[in-house]
């Protein structure tokens, strides 16, 4: 079944520094693609979609583009702050229900 | 606020018991959607209602069962608890029956202890 695979954490990084998560998916279809965020005792929000193939998305300083070539979606950051801490999750929906992955925890130090 | 209300928000129950978990989707929306998060498992989808029918199932287990009342509010019960059900339960509502067309708003969980 349609699945998503992300890059086990945590990641700990200063701030200002580049940020990478990456995310790669499996499924049969044409899915759209999701970054959600979770920050500490909340609910996951919505961070950024795609829709289709060559999509960037893009909120708050962070982007993720939709490659179908290596059915990937990498959440990129160019420069962190302490503000960002928080358990980011990549997700896929293809018919209808949403899954996500394991959710990779960043933590960044002043 | 996401707007979607769940309770309780914790809830401590011995092996065995049964528990019911309520969420109250934002106004409008007609999906419902369960997920279960514990440390080992990372988020996993239980369940998906859309206007009162059932339109989605992942791997939720037989003890546990759901379902959407005509005014779109939702009940989560588990029952002949496990120590391994301890989990945060989240609800998460759409306001279509296909997730990919939108985003999930989620509550902010229901945390199971089982002792």
């Known amino acids: 079944g349609d699945s998503v695979t992300q890059m086990e954490g945590p990641v700990t990084l200063s701030e200002e520094a580049f940020l990478t998560i990456n995310c790669t998916y499996t499924?049969?279809?044409?899915?759209?693609l999701f970054w959600y965020v979770q920050y500490p005792g909340e609910g996951l929000q919505l961070l950024l979609k795609?829709?289709?193939?060559?999509d960037k998305g893009s909120n708050k300083g962070f982007e993720a583009t939709y490659r179908k070539e290596t059915t990937s979606f990498h959440l990129e950051k160019g420069s962190v702050q302490v503000s960002d801490s928080a358990v980011y999750f990549c997700?896929?929906?293809?018919?209808?229900?949403?899954?996500f992955g394991a959710g990779t925890r960043l933590t960044v130090k002043p | 606020d996401s707007g979607v209300t769940q309770t309780p928000k914790h809830l401590i129950t011995a092996t065995g018991q049964r528990v019911t978990l309520r969420c109250s989707p934002r106004?409008?929306?007609?999906?419902v959607y369960w997920y279960q998060q514990s440390l080992d498992q990372g988020l996993q989808f239980l369940i998906q209602y859309y206007n009162g029918e059932e339109r989605a199932k992942g791997n939720i287990l037989e003890r546990f069962s759901a379902q959407q009342f005509p005014d779109l509010h939702s009940e989560l019960n588990l029952s002949s608890l496990e120590l391994g059900d301890s989990a945060l339960y989240f609800c998460?509502?759409?306001?279509?029956?296909?997730?990919?067309?939108?985003?999930?708003?989620f509550g902010e969980g229901s945390r199971l202890t089982v002792l």
């Open positions: 106004s409008g929306d007609l999906s």
């Open positions: 499924a049969t279809g044409y899915p759209s």
């Open positions: 998460a509502s759409s306001p279509s029956g296909l997730a990919g067309t939108g985003e999930l708003f």
């Open positions: 997700a896929l929906s293809d018919r209808g229900d949403m899954r």
């Open positions: 795609a829709t289709k193939a060559d």
